[in-house]
DNA sequence: CAACATACGGAACGGCGTTCCGGTTGCCAA
DNA sequence: TTGGCAACCGGAACGCCGTTCCGTATGTTG
């Protein structure tokens, strides 16, 4: 169920084998590739490590956004489920908010130049947004209201904002052993508790 | 002496005429392209604007960001400046950090593009990055100190930290009318505060 | 095994920043 | 005024990029 589509029957006749297994080659290479050189290394490299084409990379991922959202589709799934567990686990809503964005940062941080990727306004890069946005927000919402609900934080900031903001904060970590993102995020979560 | 290089006898043996003149008109053209497009305008589009060729760009500016530098140069020169000034008329030392961190966002801002151009890890940026830092961070610094030794905010983070910090929240503002930078910048230095 | 849809590889295209160099032009000395 | 030379100019050229296109190869199905 954490595939790309399933249920119902299927729709897709099935694909030929060679280019599911170019597929899975693909994302793995793509995967390894992003984690040596970041999420901007050149599609090219990719398609080496693939040992395929570059046009066999835009058949079936129609931008580099689609690539990059299929490589980390599975992480961000899990960083959206946990926001419910958190709010069910922690002791206040706060505490949950805190923690699920410190997940959110973790996974940030730990992908080079994918922090600034989701935030570029080159249109290739709108699916990218486009999933980020539709998968978090709701999540990111849900918390957010429980806390201002409980009197915690001050209603200041929707979700959107704040999961911008959070992300910048990410942009560069990793780079630079003087920037400590993660800090800086928790000071916008602690700028955000009533006083 | 707000010039670029002023006072001591010349030293540079004065430049040919055409040469000071496409100097001028480059900056002009590279203003206005900036306003128009933002600071990453095609190289090409500058030369055009300023009716010069492309050679002539990289000849009185190294790289792109020398010439970034060389238009706002009086804008960072005006922002350092102020930090001071702001220290000694606001009542307290964290009231003059949040006055100065307004001034820089405000700056930040109304420059598209700047503010990623500050966070790009391309080796052609590094003039653009060490300038602000060299010319802002020892202000900042000023500042964070005045604060801290006052007991207005914990002495949690550099003056390094906290600019980038702020560039980072500055990115994409005016992209996006859902995106408030200066709120996030706010809350940031909110959560600078000893609780 | 044939025949056809599907998928492949990589050349080709347009755009970018930057470099290079043959031609031009401002400047100063004669 | 003019001659000559250093300084300067324009834009072609280079290498890299993402993306598109198309002739060719191959899995699949009857």
């Known amino acids: 169920m954490a595939d790309i589509d399933s249920g119902s029957a299927q729709p897709a006749p099935r694909k030929r084998a060679d280019a599911r297994r170019n597929e899975r080659a693909l994302l793995d290479a793509a995967a390894a590739a ?12 990719i398609a080496v490590r693939a040992g395929v084409g570059v046009g066999t990379i835009y058949r079936h991922f129609p931008s580099r956004a689609d690539l990059i959202v299929a490589v980390y589709r599975h992480q961000i799934e899990a960083c959206a489920e ?33 922090a600034a990727a989701l935030q570029s306004d080159d249109a290739a890069f709108q699916t990218l947004h486009a999933y980020f946005l539709d998968r978090l927000v709701p999540v990111c919402d849900q918390l957010l209201d429980a806390a201002v609900a409980a009197g915690e934080i001050r209603p ?13 904060l990410c942009i560069g970590a990793g780079n630079d052993p003087r920037y400590d993102a993660r800090r800086l995020v928790d000071l916008l979560v602690a700028g955000l508790g009533v006083r």
């Open 156 to 168: 200041d900031l929707d979700a959107y904002g704040l999961l911008r903001g959070v992300g910048n």
């Open 34 to 45: 992003f984690v040596t050189s970041g999420v901007d290394v050149p599609v090219r490299d």
């Open 82 to 114: 946990a926001g419910p567990a958190l709010l069910a686990d922690s002791d206040t809503p706060y505490a949950a908010l805190a923690r699920w964005i410190d997940l959110f940062v973790d996974f940030l941080v730990t992908k080079h130049g994918l």
